[in-house]
């Protein structure tokens, strides 16, 4: 299985992206220029965290107009795997592949610290190696990850069972329904603020609890691969 991370100016979670799927779990993975619009034939897409563009105007924003991101949304429209994390998460809502936004923290605090996270859906390509109920621990970074939508949008995310991730312990930045994680219709296109790639080595103190996020993904792209051939 061959990962792509998007490397947008301002991203500075890309290497540790790199680093948890090659150097640590052993995927093949490899960089992808904002400015281009070949996807390498990867068989899915990592968005991950940073400052993309600075944050001006809005996170996420000024990134949702990379050629990148053209080809990222015909790859996840046609039912390729796409994990948005932090900042990733904002630009999948700008893009429009995710509904709603993701704005300042209630408190107006950054925060960083390790956050207990709950499997609300098993069922998507960044889940389905996991139980519904099960409990991970994930650290947060961010200052922007407060999620909201709309009063009838967020009543069709719990209904359609969108909601993927939840903190556990009350959501650390304010976040609407405790929301850390949501997902695309498909299932097949997810944004989390919490960094899975930042819990992937046992030797740290994050845990490796990430990795399933990960291996999730490798299951769906294997199972999709079976029903190609069946």
């Not at 080595?201 to 029903?227: I, Q």
Request: net charge negative.
């Amino acid at each position: 299985m061959k990962w792509g991370v998007v490397v947008f100016p301002g991203s500075n979670d890309d290497r540790d992206a790199l680093w948890a799927l090659e150097g640590v779990l052993g995927y093949e993975a490899e960089p992808l220029w904002h400015a281009s619009e070949d996807l390498r034939g990867c068989d899915a897409i990592v968005l991950p965290g940073g400052f993309s563009y600075g944050d001006y105007l809005r996170c996420g924003a000024l990134a949702r107009f990379s050629p990148i991101m053209r080809s990222v949304v015909a790859f996840a429209n046609a039912g390729g795997a796409v994990l948005g994390i932090c900042n990733g998460f904002q630009i999948l809502c700008e893009s429009g592949l995710l509904p709603g936004a993701l704005v300042r923290n209630r408190d107006r605090r950054f925060v960083c610290r390790p956050v207990r996270l709950q499997v609300e859906n098993a069922g998507t390509a960044f889940s389905c190696a996991l139980a519904r109920g099960e409990i991970l621990s994930i650290p947060v970074k961010h200052g922007e990850g407060l999620y909201v939508a709309a009063a009838d949008t967020l009543e069709k995310l719990e209904a359609r069972g969108q909601v993927v991730f939840r903190y556990l312990d009350g959501a650390p930045n304010g976040a609407t329904n405790d929301i850390a994680g949501i997902t695309n219709d498909a299932g097949n296109v997810i944004g989390l603020m919490p960094h899975p790639e930042h819990a992937v080595e046992a030797a740290l103190a994050a845990g490796t609890d990430g990795r399933s996020l990960f291996a999730s993904a490798a299951l769906w792209v294997a199972e999709a691969r079976e029903r190609e051939r069946a």
